[in-house]
């Protein structure tokens, strides 16, 4: 199974700020790759899909970079409404494995 | 609309069997890839198992492999997820998750969830 090791499992940070999430993948998974935010209590919610592909809806601070086996989601400009965990997802092969997870709280 | 409803969760014993089920509306459900997907209380995401358009094909992650069985029925737009040999560690909400085909099949859609909690 491919690994996907997401980091850091947990930031702080203040509105206005810019925030960055890194996914490695165990072996290249091309642009296979998706990203998730999920609130508590909510299912998880789509937000980039083939690594930088922005999900319909989904505000423009978020961007999603990379390929092979390093990928980064970058939110530009943090609002109240972004603090949530966020996944990212490789689909390039089974099992669809999932990064750990990074919780983005207020500071 | 999609919509992806699950239900059939529950509190159940040590090695005793449950079903899940999934109710899904506003899109050919026949046409695509379903899967389920799991979390436990305060954990991360797992992937659990898949099922192919036509259910001819499945997958099953390891952890789950010889106890859990996925299915479909096309003609009720319904998946379902049956379990058994229960353990604690199979504690979570499970998720039903619709995904695309062709060459780029991410999950575009996920239902609300169903806790299944599996405990004396």
């Known amino acids: 199974a491919i690994r996907i090791t997401q980091s850091p499992s947990s930031l702080s940070a203040s509105t206005g700020d810019r925030v960055t999430i890194t996914c490695r993948a165990s072996q290249g998974i091309s642009s296979y790759l998706a990203w998730y935010q999920q609130k508590p209590g909510k299912a998880p919610k789509l937000l980039i899909y083939a690594a930088s592909t922005l999900q319909s809806g989904v505000p423009s601070r978020f961007s999603g970079s990379g390929s092979g086996t390093d990928f980064t989601l970058t939110i530009s400009c943090l609002q109240s409404e972004d603090f949530a965990t966020y996944y990212c997802?490789?689909?390039?092969?089974?099992?669809?494995?999932f990064g750990g997870g990074t919780k983005v709280e207020i500071k | 609309e999609v919509q992806l409803v699950e239900s059939g969760g529950g509190l159940v014993q040590p090695g005793g069997s449950l079903r899940l089920s999934c109710s899904a509306s506003g899109f050919t459900f026949s046409s695509y890839a379903m899967h389920w997907v799991r979390q436990a209380p305060g954990k991360g995401l797992e992937y659990v198992s898949a099922i192919s358009s036509n259910g001819g094909s499945t997958y099953y992650a390891d952890s789950v492999k010889g106890r859990f069985t996925i299915s479909r029925d096309n003609s009720k737009n319904t998946l379902y997820l049956q379990m058994s040999s229960l353990r604690a560690e199979d504690t979570a909400v499970y998720y039903c998750?619709?995904?695309?085909?062709?060459?780029?099949?991410?999950?575009?859609?996920w239902g609300q969830g169903t806790l299944v909690t599996v405990s004396s």
């Open positions: 997802q490789q689909y390039y092969s089974y099992p669809r494995t």
């Open positions: 998750v619709k995904s695309l085909t062709g060459s780029s099949p991410y999950f575009d859609y």
